[in-house]
């Protein structure tokens, strides 16, 4: 499966939205990117995933490019609740059931 | 989606001792997940559960630490055995569910210290 390149951390104030950017450039044609997070002290929580189309449901929206080597995560309001590690996955649609998590993005949304 | 609860939720062992984390599931799934997380670290994947045969372990797991159970669709359980201080992790249990399977579901995880 394609790794991803996430920035590390990033700020973000309560109610506005929320871009977290992930570049995947060595994804193939048939991997899917997912967006999971983490909440302190709790398991990871699948957002939303997609393989060239954009995606929205009711956590976030997903912006794929046209080439598919990126993709942007966005949570449209952010609020206090949404502070967490967010990773971005590129996996195979009939791929091996590990899911490298990556180090994530360590989103603070600050009131 | 399934509700999926893990016990304990936390524990301190004293080194050379075994724990065994237990892993619920609500309804059957097919496949079930246990992964690690060390401290400051993200999450790897330590083995899958199979019901009914033995479970498939990634490269650096083997079974006899980390002994795994799957008796059936809704329970799984992990032991990590004969433990050191290099053990302290959070351990979470997943699933894959959802209308084409494509989703991990995971448990709150259990928070283990080793002394």
């Known amino acids: 499966d394609a790794k991803t390149t996430q920035p590390t951390s990033m700020d973000c104030a309560e109610g506005r939205a929320a871009n977290l950017p992930c570049n995947h450039s060595t994804i193939s044609g048939n991997e899917y990117v997912y967006w999971y997070r983490q909440i302190h002290s709790q398991g990871p929580q699948y957002i939303i995933h997609?393989?060239?189309n954009n995606e929205t449901n009711e956590m976030a929206s997903l912006i794929i490019t046209e080439d598919r080597k990126s993709s942007t995560l966005i949570l449209p309001h952010a609020t206090l609740r949404d502070t967490a590690v967010y990773y971005c996955?590129?996996?195979?649609?009939?791929?091996?059931?590990?899911?490298?998590f990556g180090t994530g993005t360590r989103l603070t949304v600050i009131p | 989606s399934a509700v999926i609860s893990q016990k304990p939720s936390r524990d301190i062992c004293q080194r050379g001792t075994s724990l065994t984390i237990q892993c619920q599931v609500d309804?059957?799934?097919?496949?079930m997940f246990w992964y690690r997380q060390q401290p400051g670290q993200s999450l790897t994947l330590i083995a899958t559960a199979n019901q009914g045969s033995e479970a498939t372990y990634e490269s650096g797991f083997v079974i006899d630490k980390f002994p795994i159970s799957r008796p059936n669709l809704t329970f799984s359980t992990l032991t990590v055995s004969n433990m050191s201080p290099e053990d302290s992790s959070i351990y979470l249990c997943s699933y894959r569910g959802g209308s084409g399977n494509e989703k991990l579901f995971f448990g709150s995880g259990t928070q283990l210290s080793v002394l």
């Open positions: 309804s059957q799934v097919t496949m």
């Open positions: 997609g393989l060239k």
């Open positions: 996955i590129v996996r195979s649609g009939t791929g091996a059931n590990n899911l490298f």
